[in-house]
Every structure is written in C-alpha cells, then in structure tokens.
C-alpha cells in the first residue's frame, strides 16, 4: 500500500484518504490503526484486503490532482456494487478526476508565515508534509522579529521538536549564512522584519504570496492590510478578524470567499469547533438557542506564574487554577453562519492543560428527538457529508483529551457523552485547539489559493 500511495501522491497530487484521514506518508502500523477506526464510527472493522483492490485500480486510471477516500469507496460498494467490478466501480466512481475531466496540475502558490508561534510552527509542519510534487502550497519565507545569538538554530530547533505533538516528520538543517532553513529538502527563507512596511517579498522571489499572520497583532482591514507589500496577494488571519474581515470556517462559508477578497480570517479554534456541529443540528432539526461552554487548554497569553495581565483573572497562574475568562466564539458564529437566526451565548474557563479542548453545546431544538437519532445523524455527517473532514466521531467510552492531540478535525463528537431530552440536546465536542484548528487553516489558505482539491466519491449533500 505505502508505495502507490506516496507514488499517487508525488507523481499525480493524489491524496489517498480513509474516512477522511489522509494515508500519505504513514507507517504500516498507522494505516492498519486508521482501518481499524473505522468500526468506531461504522460498527465494522476495515481490513486491508478490502480497500487494497480499490487503491490498485486507481492506479490504473488517468487521475487529476484529487482527494481519494478508499473508506468511501469500500463502504458505498459493499452497499451497492450496481453489478460491477471493483476496477469498473471505482472509475465510475472518480470518474470527475480522470481524464478530460481532470485538473490541471497548477504550479504551486507561495505561502508567507508571518510569525513563527504555536500556531505558526504547526502550520509550517502541515505545509512541508502537503509539499507533495510542489504544484500544491510551498512555503517560501518565515518573518519574525530579530533575535540574539543563535536565533536561527533555537528556531528550527522548536519546528523540530514539540512537547505536545512531537518530532517532526523528516529532517530539518539550517544555512546560517543564507538565513535559511531547510525542511524534507524545502528551503524556508528566515526574514528578520519589527514591520510589515519593512519587507520588499519580490526580493526574496516571492510573486502573488499569501501571507498568513499568525501573530494576531492586527486583526481589521487597516491594520492587515499593511502585509500587502511587493510580492503578497492576499492576507489570511490565524484570529478572529474584526470590522468587516470576513471570518471563515472551512466546510460552512469558505464557498462565500469573493475571487477579489484579499483579506480575511479563519476565526477563533473555538469557533471552528461548534460552527460545523452547530450547522448539522440546524440542517437537520432546527436550533431556537444555544450556550457554549468551552473548557479550553490554557494558552501563551496567560502567565506560567500569577503576574499582571490586562485581563480579568488571566494574571493567575495557568497551571496551578482553573480561570473563568470570556469568549467571543458565541458572537463569531453569527459571522460564519448567517442564516441562523437563533440566539447562542458563550463562556469559558480554562484548566491546566496545554492543549485540547471541548465545547459543551447546549441546544433547544425546533423538534423533539431522541439521543439516538442525534446520534445516527452526527456518525452519518461524519462520514458522508460535506462536513466530514470538519466533524470526527468516537464512540470510545473512556476517552480522554490527550486521545485527541493531533486530530485533524475541527470537533469530534463524543457518542457516550451526548445528551438529549425531547427537544433539548447537548453536544460534547473534543477538539485540538492548536492542530485542529492549523488544518483549518490550511483548507481555507488552499481554498482561496485555487489548490484545493476535490474529494472522490462526491459526499452527499
């Protein structure tokens, strides 16, 4: 399996999924792992043997760049196989990527970090492992403040190694002289900048970028608007943006992104945490209100050790207390889902964890319901809609947070911990608030760069 899917996905920009979790540049042991997943959500275990015959007649096809969910195909061709082969099956099935229906390879987008923090590491990580061919995102440059001695070394030496997500996947050196490092062959040009004002990017090479702040320093259009120098095209805030900053969560309003838009946000993680689940439970029920309580991870903003703060409580140690603070993942939702008219608050405490988090939504629906139809309906969502790379699902009935340090998604639902009373649910929803929410990231910054795939087969609406 490993050799056609790194050659399907060097060669052809082809990226082998199994419900939704990419098999690229996985060991043996993780692809038999994420078979085994599957009887999580579905109730069936997957074996290799059954999606092995599906990878091998791909190869044989004419394949565009795509995203190829090999769980999808299993599962829709033990439903109905329509009396076909499995290579017959599986060309009808892509058949939108294949031949003259194909893409076009593009030639790749320059991506600029503009802050090299939590968030700004973990989404040069994703970046260097979506490389691929090089017709995808590349990222050129990195800016930050200068620093002192060996301030480029310290820097590649927390890209490579992490406390909470571990080392990084491959190698990474560094060319002091050129101010330069390089990761899995890639080199990343390190630009020393206290402004925005004071960085000429054609300089460096870079043409038609899209600059990611990561520092959330400036949040409305004047201020962001500043990183639009020689060489930049557009903006994307890694924090909820203010004013008249669009604020996108992928897979709810990424659609309604304007070609000509050069600046936006991808909100808060919280917020990329309810909206999606939030979305499912209006489609499908109706929501007259909701309350979010988040739990949240403490962040860098708050102190190591009680020391002032401009925030209320926030002074306090972050890993000795639990601190009420304020969120603003309620009013943000407005912004990423227009059409719902239901009025939803917010609070939020934080506890002494460094990362994940979860999102206790409380919702009065507009019918009445059982559990175990809300429950059917959030597993279907997770594996056959539009939102599936969005809303993951565990039935795991001893999960913890730490379970859930590098997922992928936006929100996991947790099965055993749902709640629901006539027309009254609450939802339990996991997420990785630094990983989770960089794959967002990555899906609007591919989105608004032309190189977002589509995904095979077609989810249904």
């Not at 061919?133 to 590649?156: M, N, P, T, W």
């Not at 207390?321 to 603003?328: D, K, L, Y």
């Not at 993942?329 to 979860?358: C, H, N, Q, Y």
């Not at 559990?371 to 809303?391: A, F, G, Y």
């Amino acid at each position: 399996m490993i050799p056609i899917i790194g050659k399907l996905h060097r060669e052809r920009d082809v990226n082998i999924l199994l419900h939704s979790r990419s098999l690229v540049n996985k060991s043996v042991v993780s692809i038999l792992k994420t078979h085994r997943f599957a009887r999580q959500i579905d109730g069936e275990e997957l074996s290799v043997t059954e999606t092995m015959p599906f990878l091998q007649a791909l190869t044989a096809l004419d394949l565009g760049p795509s995203q190829i969910d090999l769980g999808m195909l299993a599962a829709t061709y033990k439903a109905d196989d329509h009396g076909l082969s499995v290579e017959e099956f599986t060309a009808q099935a892509v058949a939108g990527a294949t031949g003259e229906n194909k893409l076009e390879r593009s030639e790749g987008r320059d991506v600029v970090l503009y802050g090299f923090g939590r968030i700004g590491r973990l989404v040069a990580r994703l970046l260097i492992e979506k490389a691929g061919s090089g017709k995808g995102l590349r990222l050129r440059a990195i800016v930050v403040r200068g620093g002192g001695d060996q301030d480029l070394v310290k820097r590649a030496s927390l890209l490579r190694r992490d406390s909470i997500h571990g080392q990084f996947q491959g190698t990474i050196t560094v060319d002091e002289a050129n101010s330069t490092i390089v990761a899995n062959g890639n080199a990343i040009k390190v630009i020393y900048a206290n402004d925005p004002s004071e960085v000429d990017y054609t300089a460096y090479g870079i043409k038609d970028a899209i600059l990611i702040d990561n520092t959330g320093k400036w949040r409305d259009r004047e201020g962001l608007s500043k990183h639009l120098r020689p060489g930049i095209d557009k903006v994307v805030l890694t924090a909820p943006g203010k004013g008249d900053v669009p604020n996108i969560v992928h897979g709810v309003n990424h659609d309604t992104v304007k070609p000509d838009e050069r600046i936006l946000s991808c909100a808060s993680c919280t917020t990329n945490a309810i909206v999606p689940p939030l979305k499912a439970m209006d489609d499908e029920y109706g929501v007259l209100r909701g309350h979010v309580e988040t739990v949240h991870s403490f962040t860098n903003d708050q102190n190591l050790l009680d020391n002032y703060h401009k925030a209320d409580r926030r002074g306090r140690s972050a890993p000795l207390n639990m601190v009420i603070t304020e969120t603003g993942a309620a009013s943000a939702v407005a912004k990423a889902l227009p059409d719902l008219k239901a009025p939803i608050t917010g609070s939020s405490i934080r506890v002494p964890v460094p990362d994940v988090s979860i999102a206790i939504l409380s919702l009065r629906l507009g019918r009445e319901t059982t559990r175990e139809e809300v429950l059917d309906h959030l597993r279907d969502v997770s594996l056959n809609s539009p939102l599936k790379r969005q809303i993951d699902f565990t039935t795991a009935p001893d999960a913890v947070s730490m379970d859930f340090v590098g997922s992928r998604h936006a929100s996991i639902v947790d099965a055993g911990a749902t709640k629901v009373d006539g027309d009254n649910a609450i939802l339990y929803l996991w997420y990785d608030n630094e990983f989770g929410y960089s794959c967002q990231v990555i899906r609007v910054v591919q989105h608004v760069s032309g190189v977002e795939y589509p995904t095979y087969p077609v989810p249904a609406v």
